[in-house]
């Protein structure tokens, strides 16, 4: 298996403009988990799916991110307006509801 | 909600040494303790995971005690090698495919 896929690797926006970042889970997962990870803050989770339900969003930040999961091989997360203070380095994990937790290589996103 | 806190922030030990981090948790409810090693630049990788009826688990150099009493759980590495060097994350949760919670992070550092 290939793992937990994300793409962009990298992403260079300005501010103000829109983000996507993608997410392709191991195949059979049925658990998707967004989390961020900064120096000040370590790994923060955002927002987590249990067969392509969100169960929890507390942690997304404000309103300028959302998350989807249309179906069980995919997922995006949106940020828009983007902002320099989201700058950082987005982590998609997945699972087997009940078993361990991969993660893909993640997004690395500058705001300028 | 959970607090998961780590020590030490960073660790430098000489090779053939050991080195131990540890961490406390604060939600009673937690029973899955998994912990990640995470590589420059890659997604945090799971090493090794203890779950809350289990006193110690070990696989080969590495260890990790849980106390639950005390909500403290540790990571113990043997005889480390160059190739130990990374960051070290612990982490709590009510269960596996649950949302994890992280601390810190420990920057370990192998000199040869």
């Known amino acids: 298996d290939a793992g937990v896929i994300q793409s962009p690797r990298h992403e260079v926006t300005e501010m103000g403009q829109e983000v996507t970042l993608r997410c392709k889970p191991i195949s059979g997962h049925n658990s998707l988990f967004w989390y961020r990870q900064t120096m000040m803050r370590g790994l923060e989770l955002l927002i987590y799916f249990n067969n392509n339900v969100p169960i929890d969003d507390s942690g997304m930040p404000e309103d300028r991110f959302s998350a989807k999961m249309p179906n069980a091989s995919f997922s995006t997360l949106k940020i828009q307006p983007s902002e320099p203070r989201d700058s950082a380095v987005y982590f998609c994990?997945?699972?087997?509801?009940?078993?361990?937790?991969?993660f893909g290589s993640g997004t690395q996103l500058s705001v300028l | 909600g959970e607090n998961v806190e780590q020590h030490p922030s960073t660790l430098s030990v000489q090779e053939g040494d050991s080195a131990v981090i540890k961490c406390t948790y604060s939600?009673?409810?937690?029973?899955?303790f998994p912990w990640y090693k995470q590589e420059l630049g890659k997604g945090p990788q799971l090493i090794i995971d203890?779950?809350?009826?289990?006193g110690e688990k070990k696989d080969q150099r590495i260890a990790v005690t849980l106390n639950k009493t005390a909500k403290h759980f540790s990571l113990h590495i043997t005889e480390t090698q160059p190739e130990d060097s990374a960051v070290y994350f612990c982490a709590a949760s009510p269960g596996q495919g649950y949302a994890l919670n992280f601390g810190k992070g420990t920057s370990l550092l192998v000199t040869p």
């Open positions: 939600d009673s409810a937690s029973n899955y």
């Open positions: 203890i779950r809350s009826n289990v």
């Open positions: 994990a997945t699972a087997l509801v009940g078993e361990k937790l991969f």
